[in-house]
């Protein structure tokens, strides 16, 4: 049977080709065929350090390996920032504060009195226009503490404080020795109670050798202003 069918086959081909017409195949063999022709096909392996580019299997299969890595977020954030010119927070640099190069002065201060005490002591001897003019207690100024500066002399601090608490004051120089001292204190003035009397000045006690403008203080100095009785 079988022989007999393949005898057929071979007469119809004879017949088909002296007659120039064609024969349509069945579907199933001719997709067979092209399949065993695309099998028959080699595809070129890359070369390994071949430049020739990669196939579209390799292109897609990078793409997938590169798109499951792990990408690190932080270097990108850094970049775009730097790309799109926004600013990067920095730590803040300190820095030593500058050292002041001003000396801070220390304050200084002294106490100061102004009396007239010793008049009333002696108020017998003195007539009631003599004594018009004196406190009842004998204090012009009561000893309080004042402000001094460096090179202050006992006459800048009398001067100062007698302008500042509206006291009458009147100062002169002396002929031989051309230096500031004081002739009245509250319209109490030198030779009023006696030929010799006047005011002087003691610091800390004692009375200096040397005029009021010519003695200069220290902090915490005791300045004592006193009207002395004269004979």
Same mark, same amino acid.
Request: with cysteine; aromatic share 6%; net charge positive.
């Given at each position: 049977?079988?022989?007999?069918?393949?005898?057929?086959?071979?007469?119809?081909?004879?017949?088909?080709?002296?007659?120039?017409?064609?024969?349509?195949?069945?579907?199933?063999?001719?997709?067979?065929?092209?399949?065993?022709?695309?099998?028959?096909?080699? %595809?070129?392996?890359?070369?390994?350090?071949?430049?020739?580019?990669?196939?579209?299997?390799?292109?897609?299969?990078?793409?997938?390996?590169?798109?499951?890595?792990?990408?690190?977020?932080?270097?990108? *954030?850094?970049?775009?920032?730097?790309?799109?010119?926004?600013?990067?927070?920095?730590?803040?640099?300190?820095?030593?504060?500058?050292?002041?190069?001003?000396? #801070?002065? *220390?304050?200084?201060?002294?106490?100061?009195?102004?009396?007239?005490?010793?008049? =009333?002591? $002696?108020?017998?001897?003195?007539?009631?226009?003599?004594?018009?003019?004196?406190?009842?207690?004998?204090?012009?100024?009561?000893?309080?503490? %004042?402000?001094?500066?460096?090179?202050?002399?006992?006459?800048?601090?009398?001067?100062?404080?007698?302008?500042?608490?509206?006291? #009458?004051?009147?100062?002169?120089?002396?002929?031989?020795?051309?230096?500031?001292? =004081?002739?009245?204190?509250? $319209?109490?003035?030198?030779?009023?109670?006696?030929?010799?009397?006047?005011?002087?000045?003691?610091? $800390?006690?004692?009375?200096?050798?040397?005029?009021?403008?010519?003695?200069?203080?220290?902090?915490?100095?005791?300045? #004592?202003?006193?009207? #002395?009785?004269?004979?």
């Amino acid at each position: 049977m079988k022989y007999k069918i393949l005898a057929l086959l071979s007469l119809l081909c004879v017949f088909c080709m002296l007659a120039g017409c064609k024969i349509e195949l069945p579907a199933q063999v001719t997709s067979s065929a092209v399949q065993s022709a695309e099998s028959s096909k080699t %595809v070129p392996s890359q070369t390994i350090g071949s430049s020739a580019p990669a196939t579209s299997v390799q292109a897609s299969s990078a793409a997938e390996s590169a798109s499951s890595a792990p990408v690190s977020s932080t270097p990108l *954030k850094v970049k775009a920032a730097a790309s799109s010119g926004a600013a990067v927070s920095k730590a803040p640099i300190t820095s030593k504060p500058a050292a002041s190069t001003v000396s #801070q002065t *220390k304050t200084q201060s002294c106490t100061m009195s102004i009396s007239c005490s010793e008049i =009333i002591k $002696n108020l017998d001897r003195f007539n009631a226009e003599q004594l018009s003019v004196v406190p009842k207690n004998g204090i012009i100024y009561a000893e309080k503490s %004042v402000s001094i500066q460096d090179g202050d002399t006992v006459f800048d601090v009398i001067l100062r404080e007698t302008k500042a608490n509206g006291i #009458q004051m009147e100062h002169g120089k002396s002929p031989a020795f051309q230096l500031e001292y =004081i002739k009245g204190i509250a $319209n109490i003035y030198e030779k009023a109670f006696g030929a010799t009397s006047g005011w002087m000045y003691a610091v $800390n006690g004692k009375q200096p050798p040397v005029g009021c403008s010519s003695y200069k203080l220290k902090s915490g100095d005791k300045i #004592q202003w006193i009207f #002395q009785c004269g004979t």
